[in-house]
C-alpha cells in the first residue's frame, strides 16, 4: 500500500503534518509532501487512514 497526494487539490490546512508528522510535511507553498509513500503492516495502515480522514479537501489517499 502506498499514500498519495493531489497537491493540486490540497488547501494547505496541515492536518496530515500535525497527525502524521513522520509521514508528511509541507512545502515552500503549504502543499503537501509525502515524505515515506510505502504503508506496512495493519497498525501503520490504520493510523494513515485516520490521517486520510481527517483532510479537509481529500488531497491524500492510500492506495494498493
Do not use: N, W, Y
Request: proline share 3%; net charge negative; glycine share 6%.
Amino acid at each position: 500500500m502506498h499514500i498519495k497526494a493531489d497537491t493540486q487539490r490540497c488547501l494547505g490546512a496541515g492536518q496530515c503534518v500535525l497527525s502524521a508528522p513522520d509521514r508528511f510535511d509541507q512545502s515552500d507553498e503549504g502543499t503537501v509532501l509525502v515524505l515515506e509513500d510505502r504503508v506496512d503492516g495493519a497498525d501503520e495502515e490504520a493510523r494513515l487512514r485516520d490521517t486520510v480522514a481527517l483532510c479537509p479537501s481529500q488531497a491524500i489517499a492510500l492506495e494498493a
